[in-house]
């Protein structure tokens, strides 16, 4: 069954399963001691938080594990703004965000802070002007921006809107959980968070790291473990892994992605043509190599997921309205493009052509048979 859902999760790279095997006998014990078997734990967790560090531009004592990459938002968004307290109690996001960013923002202002959402363009790059004009204002404790949209691929001016917070002294959260392992990650955050299985490594380990300077205090009880941000027991098999998948993707990353870019390249092209009434979505080119979005018109996207299931392909959509919420994807809200009948998909390593033919050759017919059976000719 071909899986096209990288962008949710990315199969486990074959390094890191060999890494979790053998880390599982050899880094079992608890980091902290001082017995041989805790020494070695500590130094494969050392080694694995050494690799980790390089491969995202920060130093090993910068850098913390967290239990998911949600997890990583929530203590970078929640500890840097109760680090700033007395710098300000004002919070600005891209509309794009992810929804972990959004919630930790709905906190804040549950505590009686305050947010400034700034909007994006119809390619969802953030408008950078309205960025700037908002990081300058008094009060502004910290500013988050993702590296690449996780719904629709787009690349955000990270870089520009670094080098703006910095100009007026305001720390910059880069969720990079849909670049890291992928792409460079940008110059110039304050905070970084991303996450081990979007690059192939176990679920269960997400990145927080905070650069030398940033005023950061955790809102949870303090712990001895993880530079004293994250609490809890060091899962270190599986960060021993992460760091191995971290490795082995970055050394994969130019050849792979250019050849999943093509792919990409011959999806957006070629829906258009095979499917009346579609919109694809996001930046044609300033773009992660490796997913794509469209919509189609009088499409439900429930349904479509479900038909595209049946017919073996593994994607997945932002904007499905479910029964609980009965609310498309703030992304392509944001946006301002069409919300239903959505598909994302999200290309792993090692995806095929012929999977991506296979794909092209069932999408009209089910789109087809989906919209005569909502009675559209």
Known sequence: MPYFDAASTEPLHPRAREALIATLDAGWADPARLYGQARRAHLLLEQARTEVAEALGARPDEVSFTSSGTQAVHLGVLGTLHGRRRAGRHLVTSAVEHSSVLHAAAVHEAEGGTVTSVGVDLAGRVDLGAFTTAVSAEGIALACLQTANHEVGTLQPVAEAAAACREHGVPL??????????????????????????????????????RKGTRFRSFLPEDERERRRVPGFENVPSIVAAAAALKAMREEAAQENARLSALIDT?????????????????????????????????????LLTELDKAGFAVSSGSSCTASTLRPSHVLEAMGVLTHGNVRVSLPRGASAAEVDRFLAVLPETVRRIRQDAGVV
């Open 173 to 210: 959260l880069v969720d990079a959980a849909q670049s890291a392992g992928r792409l460079p990650v940008p110059q110039g955050w304050s905070v970084l968070t991303a996450s081990a299985h979007k690059w192939g490594g176990p679920a269960g380990v997400g990145v927080l790291a905070v």
């Open 267 to 303: 999806i957006r092209e070629r829906v258009p043509q095979l499917v009346p009434d579609v919109e694809v979505i996001g930046d044609p080119v300033d773009r992660a190599p490796h997913i794509v979005t469209f919509s189609c018109l009088y499409v439900d996207g429930e349904a």
